[in-house]
């Protein structure tokens, strides 16, 4: 095989040459079309999780929220709460107060009665001697 007959095997046209390029070129474009609708589905698929765990975060929310009271609820229930404890304390202290009394009363009576058998005693032996 001579030099032109080789040359002439290797040599391709530049029509060939440039069908070649863009075909390589094509199947370039056409792997990173597919590795790019696997990254967009991946994301999808990825988005989509996120999003159903934020609903179930929002239902649990959603049902923590329901356990509390709203704050004009529990204003008005702690002001109707507050009212009854004063009422239970001022109460309190009238019991107290009426007890005390009672109790003075029982101390005046047990020492007039003290005195009254002391001077029974005296006027016994006073008479009786």
């Not at 991946?42 to 239902?59: S, W």
């Not at 047990?110 to 008479?127: C, D, E, K, N, P």
Request: no cysteine; proline share 1%; net charge negative.
């Amino acid at each position: 095989m001579n030099h032109d007959e080789y040359v002439e095997q290797v040599r391709i046209s530049l029509r060939d040459y440039f069908e070649r390029l863009l075909d390589e070129r094509d199947r370039q474009l056409q792997v990173q079309m597919t590795a790019l609708e696997k990254a967009l589905t991946l994301a999808r698929e990825e988005d989509e999780r996120r999003f159903t765990q934020l609903n179930e975060l929002r239902r649990e929310v959603l049902t923590d929220r329901s356990q509390f009271l709203p704050r004009e609820v529990f204003d008005s229930k702690d002001e109707t709460g507050l009212r009854w404890r004063e009422t239970m304390v001022k109460d309190a202290r009238l019991l107290s107060e009426r007890v005390m009394a009672l109790e003075t009363r029982f101390q005046v009576w047990a020492a007039v009665l003290a005195g009254l058998i002391v001077i029974m005693q005296l006027l016994s032996r006073w008479l009786f001697q």
